[in-house]
């Protein structure tokens, strides 16, 4: 049984999501929408193509929702919503159909933080996890190294200075052109891994290029994707016959790997030097839609059984972002009378 009830709502890139979620764990009701195909064809994200997605989806998205779970908008226990970070115009269409609903049926407005919500929804499907973890988030829109000491008190140790692993990937996999039927419609950086596969025993040595020199356990993505584009550009003039694919996607795929599993070393290396009282986090959380890929995830593994901590994946399903991570932060938020909560009408803000 269940005694709190809160429906989220992320839109804080290109998935237009809601969710109805119990304390007790329970996901009533779930959708996810978004336009992955027709943003290929465009070449990427766009912002306000985003936005006009989540305008247009919202109403129906949250009146399938409650529909679904059986539950009254006024018996919600309260409504979250993504405010940050993210594009801000795609945030405002999430933040205004957070505000309406919860001014119209009186509940209290959660505001919560993606990155964290990413991080706790670990907690939906684990027993295991107990504050503090560390955690690890490689996607389309982040890169980051933290550790969650409890659910509103994040430390963050690294992240990406510029660009992310998943754009990275996407952006060399398309310069690569029609990579062939068979990756129609699935995500460039999982056809990058298929590919890499297929590479020859030191395919992955092929095309080296530097890896980013950026302090601590920050990252640099759009540096690796400057190299490989630079590369792709010398070789489609110079020698195009001599193009191997697979190993160019299995170098591309093994400097990202290096890039990340250095940082999450340096990450370890200062845990262990700054936190001699307290003991280090021994479980990493790991999610994003990069995390999908096993050549990345092995080399994380390894390196956290070196360092005597566990890997706990987050499912397919909680990877990509997601309203489900929302609504349980707020409800985490509800219980912990956070008091970054608008708890009655009248103190809702127009905008956030
Ligand atoms: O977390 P995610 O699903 O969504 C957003 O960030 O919005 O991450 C999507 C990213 C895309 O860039 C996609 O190409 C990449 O994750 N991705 C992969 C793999 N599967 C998806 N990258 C590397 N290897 C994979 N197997
Ligand atoms: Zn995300």
Redesign the pocket.
Known sequence: KYSRIVLGIETS???TAVAIVTDSKKILAARRYTERAIQRQQGGINPSVCALQHRQNLPHLIAECLEESGVKAHDLDGVAVTVTPGLVIALKEGISAAIKLAKEHSLPLIPVHHMRAHAVSILLVDDQIRFPFSTLL?????ALIAVANGQEDFKLYGQSVSG????C??KV?RKLGDLGAEFHGV????A??VLASRASPDGHLQYPVFLPSVSGANMNFDQIKGSYLNLLYRIAKDRPSELNIPNFCASL?DTVTRHIASKLHVFYESLAQHNSQNAPPTQLVI????A?????FRAISKLCAAHSVSVHPLPASL???NAEMVAYTGLLMLANRSKSIWWRPTDIPDTI
């Open positions: 890139c290109d998935d490689l996607s389309g829109g982040h992310s692993p998943g754009e990937i996407d996999a995500h460039p950086g999982a990058v891994e795929q999610g994003g839609g990069v999908a890929n096993n050549y990345i990877c990509t972002d």
